[in-house]
């Protein structure tokens, strides 16, 4: 296996009960689960309202109620179709507001045991329907957001939902049950040879092929569309096999990433970086206490040469008041 990029070590989580009698019995058994209403859903819409006020922003001709301005060269760039890793786009007051919602933070605390968390500063996706501004350019990229060497669960990310994620909708494709074979998979599959992903950036990802869902496939695994409503906590083991579809409906497809972990996991000199990466407004991984990484600044290549983006962003256009749990959550004071 190729060399191990865990960086600080960390406490690994591998009591597993399967009789909670809640929620937690699904998420244990499947890798993952839809937790019904955290966020009423006229104030998911709300949250949805304001992302795309957002999208609005860049003054670029996108306008919601004309979807004749529907065109991807109306709107600034994006990663994925939809996911903004720049403008500082993860930290708009609305993001944070998300953050701080109560429902979105409770089953994070009841899954880890401890109210004492912190959130990564990851960032909205807004995805305009292919049905209406063309195909996008993007595959389905199967892969799981936790490197080979972290064994145990380590990180269970989430989705709050602010639009429709039904059977026609972009969404969340899941492998059912594959995040309980993580360890299986890779002792039968080591990673070798050339690996180009392995990067700082990308230190907790690994891609998957053909294959490897066939391996999955065998072992009695699934693929799932997960399906959920506006307000709903999508949540999902970091082990699991997982990728985003997109949608054949007209629906524009708007979710926040949320995932919270431990603070006490998290090390002086990671907690150092966060803070550094808040206070710049920084977008960065799934992972809320360690394996932190900038997404940088938007650049443009112009004429062969590479160039920073005139939209990109400094701060937000709305800043999140700075109360007591948000700096918290942010890693920024001490619980």
Same mark, same amino acid.
């Given at each position: ?146 490197? @080979?060497?972290? /064994? *145990? $669960?380590?990180?269970?990310? %989430?989705?709050?939902? #602010?639009?429709?994620?039904? @059977?026609?909708? /972009? *969404? $969340?494709?899941?492998?059912? %049950?594959?995040?309980? #074979? ?154």
């Amino acid at each position: 296996m190729a060399p191990s990029r865990i960086d600080t070590p960390e406490a690994v989580v591998s009591k597993q009960q399967t009789q909670y009698g809640d929620w937690r019995n699904d998420f244990f058994r499947d890798g993952y689960v839809v937790i019904k209403g955290v966020i009423p859903k006229e104030r998911a819409q709300g949250y949805q309202s304001d992302a795309l006020t957002w999208l609005e922003s860049f003054g670029l001709g996108f306008d919601r109620n004309d979807k004749s301005t529907w065109k991807k060269e109306n709107l600034p760039q994006s990663w994925k179709g939809g996911m903004y890793l720049h403008f500082s786009a993860a930290h708009e007051k609305y993001m944070w507001d998300i953050r701080c919602e109560p429902g979105v933070i409770s089953p994070f605390a009841k899954l880890w045991e401890t109210e004492e968390l912190v959130v990564s500063f990851d960032t909205v996706n807004i995805t305009l329907p292919q049905s209406i501004v063309g195909a996008y350019d993007s595959k389905p990229w199967p892969h799981v957001d936790q490197q @080979p060497e972290r /064994g *145990g $669960l380590r990180c269970v990310q %989430g989705i709050v939902n #602010l639009s429709n994620a039904g @059977p026609d909708d /972009g *969404g $969340l494709i899941v492998m059912k %049950g594959s995040s309980k #074979l993580f360890d299986d998979f890779f002792a039968e599959n080591p990673v070798q040879g050339p690996t180009p992903w392995r990067t700082a950036k990308h230190k907790d990802f690994h891609p998957f092929q053909d294959k490897d869902l066939e391996w999955y496939k065998a072992r009695g695994c699934e693929l799932i569309k997960v399906c959920a409503e506006p307000g709903d906590l999508i949540l999902w083991d970091s082990r699991q096999m997982h990728w985003a579809q997109f949608g054949t409906s007209d629906l524009i497809r708007t979710i926040a990433y949320v995932t919270y972990t431990p603070a006490a996991w998290m090390s002086e000199e990671d907690r150092a970086l966060k803070v550094d990466l808040f206070e710049n407004f920084e977008t960065t991984t799934h992972w809320p206490h360690t394996n932190f990484f900038s997404h940088g600044k938007a650049t443009k290549t112009i004429d062969g040469e590479e160039v920073p983006d005139p939209l990109e962003r400094d701060e937000p256009i709305t800043k999140a008041e700075r109360t007591e749990r948000l700096l918290k959550l942010a890693g920024v004071e001490r619980y």
